[in-house]
């Protein structure tokens, strides 16, 4: 057993002590603050070589151990004082520890980033699980009834933690601890209807999505992560419908990212990394529809009719895929003009837009609204003009805050964001006015 498989089977053995919460509660809040704050007083002897990360060598203190520690013990105090569900602090918790555990077991065999971040969001599903049914059976909760909605839970967590361990570093697990379990207390607290089939094909699809998608070098891990991520809870909270209209983005947009990828590249209009998307360009394009569902899945909460937030979903996800085939066959053509004052600029200005360009992302948006015309039946033919018009709209206002604001004052992913949020609203609006 190599010293970091050491190590991380000793975090995953503290992270364990989160199952004694439904017995001993406060106890279990005071034994990871003790341990935390005993970590930071402990500078040599067999704890410090069995728990230190090789910062903590550089520092000549468990750092590492101690953060970990304080973050148990927040998560705890919240379970104590804030109505977290207590299955949900120990998937938390567990969900850190044994996906560090499996991730390095899985690089001792195996090198490659897609093994290692699979073998932290399996390892980190499984113990979440166990760890749920163990709370709820210890609480005297019938756990078959809830079983779906705890690998639910399990599975989201773990997807967040991997996407989150991709783009940071092991020190930040207090960070990934308290974003799983505010994510978790989320869902939890919506009360989603989960089935047995819906949550074992929101799993096994969403793998296949992201593996494929990194395959194809369409997204890097962190995006492929982001993507699996989306993908799960698209399918959980809204349906296969709704997974069928952000897939249909996703493959359309990746194909026109590689469409005459070299000619782009030559002309300076291509997307880095050979058109692999990352974290900010899936959640720039896809973040207001994640909203949308989440929405939609609160919706007998809120004084708002569901099917507005389904033409919320659609007239944002109508924006993105105009805005990538807009730019993506719009940038291989010449004579590209700003959209403010029409003046010919060279490829690759922002807000520049070219005929073609704006004939395919009218296309992009037909696209969208034909899939929900044809899935949904709330979507008729006059919802499919109002999808369309949302996707030109925000496609619109994409390409206008590319010539005003875009550079100086906005990134890309946040010009995508407010195009997608526009598109997301202009079909909400339209929805309410056009509709019966």
Known sequence: MTSRVRRAAAFAAVATLSLAAPMFGWATAGAFGAIAVLALSVT???????????????????????????????????????RLPTHVFVASVLVVGYGNLAHQVASRFDADAIVRT?????????????????VL??????????????????????????????????RDDPLVVLSVALLLWLFADLTVVVTVEG?????????????????????????MMTGA???????????????????????????????????????????????????????????????AVLAYAARGRLPVPGELFLFAFTGSVATAMSDTLSS??????DDPRLVTTLEPVDPGTDGAVTWQGELAGLAGAAVVAAIAFA??????????AVVVAAGVAGMTTDSLLGATLEGDALGNQGV???????????????AVVALP
């Open 44 to 82: 040599d002897g067999p704890a410090f070589e069995l728990f230190a990360r090789p910062a903590d060598r550089q520092a000549g203190r468990l750092h590492g151990l101690a953060a970990f520690g304080f973050a148990a013990t927040g998560v705890a105090l919240l379970a104590l004082f804030a």
């Open 118 to 134: 699979g073998a932290f969001v399996a390892g980190g599903l499984a113990a979440a699980t166990a760890g749920q049914l163990a």
């Open 229 to 291: 991520l989306l993908a799960v809870l698209t399918i959980v909270l809204g349906g296969y419908a709704w997974f069928a209209v952000l897939i249909a983005f996703f493959g359309v947009g990746s194909l026109s990212t590689k469409f005459r990828y070299e000619q782009k590249q030559a002309r300076g209009v291509a997307e880095d990394n050979e058109g692999a998307r990352g974290t900010g360009n899936v959640l720039g394009n896809a973040a207001v529809a994640l909203a």
């Open 137 to 170: 059976t210890v609480e005297g909760v019938a756990v078959a009834p809830a079983l779906p909605e705890l690998v639910f839970l399990a599975a989201s967590g773990a997807m967040l933690a991997g996407l989150l361990r991709s783009v940071l570093f092991a």
């Open 328 to 333: 993506e066959i719009g940038g291989v053509f």
């Open 199 to 223: 949550v074992a094909v929101a799993i096994v699809v969403s793998a296949l999505f992201g593996y494929v998608s990194w395959a194809l070098d369409a997204a890097s891990i962190p995006g």
């Open 375 to 384: 899935l949904f039946d709330s979507v008729d033919p006059t919802g499919a």
């Open 416 to 430: 995508n964001f407010l195009a997608t949020l526009t598109g997301a609203l202009v079909g909400a609006g339209l």
